[in-house]
């Protein structure tokens, strides 16, 4: 997904940043004006109904074809299996797509991770979609869509999660990317699907919650040298290191690796744990097993396991995400976890996610990321992660809420 990478949250570019969103109410946003999302002006207005702005179309009145572009570009549909076509989109990202606010890092994903991200169960490769120049093909521009089920209280609701929005550097504030959205847009709603759920760093309308990234140091010295973090006050290099340090190995008896054999136990226990919030996602067996089984340097999952009866109790799991460090001598890369979705019933929630952070560190991480999304807050500062200055902020499309949620009310992880 999108989002400010992170770090210290005292700054005076965030400070400036937070004021600017907090007064952003009375913002016109041209595009956003005349899409069916919760409107600014309808914060807080409690008489209208929960559930679609706007009843679908019959498909027969979709467009059918492509929306227009500058006369110098033309739509492709990306086929991720195509080696040369996964390497372009990787490319396009790592030195286009989201930054921090002071431009110190940038996303990295993996191919490995977009292929994985891109073909969950039942996905549509035309949501896959690129701008490319005329003359040169080169790919200049980028969004995704895959499907997915999304329960909002006590309805499922089958959407689109829109992502890797963007658009090169050389070609921004043209206008492009409202196209690109109409297009995705036209394109999901070809396969008889209305709502859709997308992450991003900034505020548009409207948030159905704002969440806060939150890090855990795993390789303090590296975080401080590249500027990701800074020495607190009244301490030195090697009392931070030690504040930082970690078991060598997990805790918990009967925690181990996540395989095959787990998915229908895994699949039960995350959907008795993600009932309990507003908005989740409905994962059935395919979906746990493409989204959470292990696969190296993309998705790392853990169970615990009870030594007596073999009854899966807990799990954790988390992404791999690297950014690129902009302009450092030393380093090239950040090495980051992001704490996916994790399920204690048995071993305390703490207990788990200093394990997921022993395992993390074992695997020569960084850093360990987590949003204060489900009951993560019980956890993040004890197990000493500190503020980021990130905000992501989350979005339904063609669905309202009637109020704002509380970051522990949603059960959701975009990557
Ligand atoms: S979030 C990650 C977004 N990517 C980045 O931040 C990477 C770096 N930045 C860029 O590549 C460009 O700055 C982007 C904007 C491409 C972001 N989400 O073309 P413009 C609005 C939604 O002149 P540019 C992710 O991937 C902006 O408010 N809208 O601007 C999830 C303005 O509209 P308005 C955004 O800077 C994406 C208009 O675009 C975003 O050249 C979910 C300006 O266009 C943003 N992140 O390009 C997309 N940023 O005037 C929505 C700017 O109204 C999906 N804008 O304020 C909606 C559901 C669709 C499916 C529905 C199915 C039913």
């Known amino acids: 997904d999108s989002n400010p990478i992170v770090k210290d949250d005292s700054s005076l ?4 940043r937070k004021f600017q969103d907090s007064i952003s109410v009375g913002d016109r946003h041209k595009f956003w004006e005349t899409q069916p999302v919760g409107q600014f002006k309808d914060r807080g207005n409690t008489s209208l109904p929960e559930g679609p702005i706007e009843p679908p179309t019959p498909l ?51 191919q490995e991770f977009l292929r994985w991200a891109l073909h969950p169960p039942g ?10 120049a005329k003359t040169s093909k080169k790919l200049v521009a980028f969004i995704t869509g895959v499907p997915a089920r999304i329960r909002v209280r006590d309805e499922v609701v089958k959407m689109a999660e829109i992502n890797f929005l963007c658009v090169h550097k050389k070609l921004r504030s ?21 709502q859709a759920a997308y992450t991003a760093g900034v505020v548009l309308p409207t948030p159905i919650t704002t969440c806060q990234y939150w890090h855990r140091s795993l390789n303090p010295k590296k975080l401080i040298d590249v500027g990701f973090s800074r020495l607190g006050v009244r301490m030195t290099m090697s009392r931070t290191i030690k504040l930082y340090k970690l078991p060598d190995s997990p805790a918990t008896p009967g925690f181990r690796k996540m395989e095959l054999r787990d998915v229908p136990a895994v699949t039960r226990l995350l959907r008795n744990y993600l009932s309990q919030f507003v908005v989740a996602p409905d994962f059935d067996e395919n979906d746990v097993e493409h989204l959470l089984l292990p696969k190296e340097d993309v998705v790392d999952s853990f169970l615990v396991e009870s030594p007596e009866n073999h009854e899966v109790t807990d799990f954790c799991s988390f992404y791999t995400l690297p950014s690129s460090i902009l302009g450092n001598q030393t380093y090239s890369t950040l090495k980051a976890a992001y704490s996916y979705y ?23 991480f960084d850093v360990f990321n987590a949003l204060d999304v489900m009951q993560n807050e019980s956890f993040l500062r004890e197990l000493k992660f500190g503020p980021g200055d990130g905000q992501l902020h989350y979005y339904l499309y063609n669905y309202r809420i009637r109020q704002e949620l509380k970051p522990s009310e949603l059960g959701l992880v975009l990557l």
Request: hydrophobic letters at 35%.
């Open 123 to 132: 996905y549509y490769k035309s949501w896959h979609i690129g701008v490319r």
């Open 13 to 16: 570019e965030t400070i400036v």
């Open 174 to 194: 043209k206008r492009l990317a409202p196209v690109m959205i109409k297009e995705v847009t036209r394109r999901v709603h070809l396969e008889d699907i209305w």
């Open 342 to 364: 994790n399920v204690s019933t048995k071993t305390p929630l703490l207990q788990l996610m200093n394990d997921a952070l022993i395992v993390a560190k074992q695997k020569q």
């Open 60 to 110: 027969s009145e979709v467009k059918q074809e492509p929306y227009n572009l500058p006369s110098a570009y033309e739509w492709t549909t990306c086929d991720l299996n195509l080696a040369e076509t996964c390497n372009e989109v990787y490319t396009l990202l790592k030195n286009n797509y989201v930054e921090d606010d002071e431009n110190m890092f940038r996303f990295n994903y993996s």
